[in-house]
T-cell receptor
């Protein structure tokens, strides 16, 4: 069964304290892996798409990496405005071609 | 402005009373999908559509119907809502499945 697991569920950081969020997946094959950010009461906002192992993408203080079994979202020197829930989603290549499977998310709180 | 618009934003209804949540996008996207978001369960895909007149089930389709008669609209229909369908619902669209998805603002549905 295709599955996406994110850890930790919640993370508290001090401003400037770098850390990483994990997204591990078990799927029959990977078409793409996505990272989204979600603020309370709003819809998710797109951050990155990764397609193959070894790929990396960066945006401001965020960097996403991908291996054959997991992806990491690295947050460097976070600021309070980075506080949000970060969602990982996987588009598997087998079976139902339109499926998109989300992890449960990691809620990040950055304290000043 | 590129956007996905859902209506209504909030809805309280009674068990068994048919309802429709509308979703419209102005980006000429081919792919649209519906999700529900519940605490501890994350985002789960209900239905998706790869193009006009092409729809398919996601992970949790029971109790829901969809239609895609026009490219821009993808309504979610609950023929006989039940309390276990109380949730936060999101519509999303993208040019294709493996590209950036834009999410609506969400519809908070309560079935009593």
């Amino acid at each position: 069964e295709d599955q996406v697991t994110q850890s930790p569920e919640a993370l508290r950081l001090q401003e400037g304290e770098s850390s990483s969020l994990n997204c591990s997946y078990t799927v029959s094959g990977l078409r793409g892996l996505f990272w989204y950010r979600q603020d309370p009461g709003k819809g998710p906002e797109f951050l990155f798409t990764l397609y193959s192992a070894g790929e990396e993408k960066e945006k401001e203080r965020l960097k996403a990496t991908l291996t054959k079994k997991e992806s990491f979202l690295h947050i460097t020197a976070p600021k309070p405005e980075d506080s949000a829930t970060y969602l990982c989603a996987v588009h598997p290549s087998g079976g139902n071609t339109g499926k998109l499977i989300f992890g449960q998310g990691t809620t990040l709180q950055v304290k000043p | 402005e590129a956007q996905v618009t859902q209506n209504p934003r909030y809805l309280i209804t009674v068990t068994g009373k048919k309802l429709t949540v509308t979703c419209s996008q102005n980006m000429n996207h081919e792919y649209m999908s519906w999700y529900r978001q519940d605490p501890g369960l994350g985002l789960r895909q209900i239905y998706y559509s790869m193009n006009v007149e092409v729809t398919d089930k996601g992970d949790v389709p029971e109790g829901y119907k969809v239609s895609r008669k026009e490219k821009r609209n993808f309504p979610l229909i609950l023929e006989s809502p039940s309390p276990n369908q109380t949730s936060l619902y999101f519509c999303a669209s993208s040019f294709s499945l493996n590209t950036e998805a834009f999410f609506g603002q969400g519809t908070r549905l309560t079935v009593v």
